[in-house]
């Protein structure tokens, strides 16, 4: 299974972007999908996941009410909505495909993972 990143991009404080993940096949229909992110000079880290009926949903705290996680298994695709930008929020961010149905935070269940899309912030 590939997962494909994209809408990346520079953007100001306060600012919106749509983050979209697409998968190579269904293989993944039946899987928890995360995002997460790493920034400079940080380790990665568990941004949002959503389970396989796009029912159950987690967060980061410092995430929590800025951003929000979709999925469409008709297309085989995760997206994360990303509003009220800060500078902070600037990394590269990861799409995964977890081992389970589960919306998991953990990093170790994800097996699948894709190349990242890059978000800037500006202040």
């Known amino acids: 299974v590939q997962l494909q990143a994209s809408g990346g991009g520079l953007v100001q404080a306060g600012g919106s972007l749509r983050l979209s993940c697409a998968a190579s096949?269904?293989?993944?229909?039946?899987?928890?999908l995360g995002w997460f992110r790493r920034a400079p000079g940080k380790e990665r880290e568990f941004v949002a996941a959503?389970?396989?009926?796009?029912?159950?949903?987690a967060y980061a705290d410092s995430v929590k009410g800025r951003f929000t996680i979709s999925r469409d298994n008709a297309k085989n695709m995760v997206f994360l909505q990303i509003d009220s930008l800060k500078p902070e929020d600037t990394a590269i961010y990861y799409c995964a495909a977890a081992r389970s149905s589960a919306a998991t935070t953990i990093t170790t269940n994800y097996r699948y993972w894709g190349q990242g899309t890059l978000v800037t912030v500006s202040s």
């Open positions: 096949n269904r293989a993944v229909s039946n899987n928890g």
């Open positions: 959503i389970d396989w009926r796009n029912d159950r949903t």
